[in-house]
């Protein structure tokens, strides 16, 4: 599950307490949740990138997911109203590159043409994702797209209806410059991307936690 947001400036400091010694253990504690990564910007909007890695699609849809979604606690009450531009995608990945996770990632979001979009997808994972691992600098690529609509819960209904995701490309490495640099090769102007998809958007990102189920049942 893929999530992008912006919260009151007022907000963030409050936020990011709430999200890392609250919201994470809880979902966590989830059947089916096995890590949640909070990323924040360092260049390009919004400001958070959240990554949830589940067993499978159904995680997203049991009855114990939806049971917290429809029953926050006071302090997600409290900090849900303060989310703003919210796209959450219950996503696919059709295709990862690499092994672990660096510490720098470009989050490029994008609609596909449709005429385009089974020559857009071999491209990716044939041509231009597979060389990221043996890429100085950068570690790994994961292409994520939409396989599921979230349900209205009361956790949504208190910031409001979400936005969702269509595509989406994840880059991760060691190297803030790498990540950049292949970034804006893929956004730029003679990019077979930025030929065969509308809504592209691109933001570079931090590592700012991480918390995985093995931590809380350890």
């Known amino acids: 599950m893929l999530l992008a947001f912006d ?12 999200h890392t010694h609250e919201h994470l253990p809880e979902r966590m504690s989830i059947p089916g949740f096995h890590r949640g990564t909070r990323w924040t910007a360092v260049a ?17 849809a049991s009855d114990a997911y939806l049971e917290r979604l429809n029953n926050p606690t006071p302090w997600t009450s409290r900090i849900m109203p303060h989310y703003r531009a919210m796209s959450r995608g219950l996503c696919s990945v059709l295709g990862s590159f690499g092994y672990g996770q660096g510490g720098e990632a470009a989050l490029i ?6 005429s385009r979009a089974a020559e857009l997808q071999r491209w990716l994972l044939e041509q231009a994702l597979p060389g ?15 396989a599921q609509t979230a349900a209205m819960t009361a956790e ?4 409001g209806a979400d936005r969702g995701v269509d595509s989406a490309l994840v ?7 790498a990540v950049a640099a292949f970034a804006q090769e893929m956004v730029g102007p003679g990019s077979h991307l930025n030929h065969a ?14 918390l995985s189920s093995a931590e809380i049942d350890a």
């Open 132 to 146: 990221v691992p043996g890429t100085t600098g950068l570690g790994s690529a994961h292409l994520l797209q939409a």
């Open 156 to 159: 949504q209904r208190i910031r």
């Open 197 to 210: 998809v509308s809504g592209l958007n691109y933001g570079l990102y931090r590592l700012s936690y991480s």
């Open 44 to 60: 390009g909007a919004p400001r958070y990138m959240v990554l949830y890695e589940v067993a499978s699609l159904a995680t997203l």
């Open 7 to 18: 919260v009151d400036a007022g907000a963030i400091d409050e936020h990011d307490r709430w």
């Open 109 to 114: 979001r994008f609609s596909p043409e449709k």
């Open 171 to 177: 880059i991760t490495g060691y190297d803030s410059g």
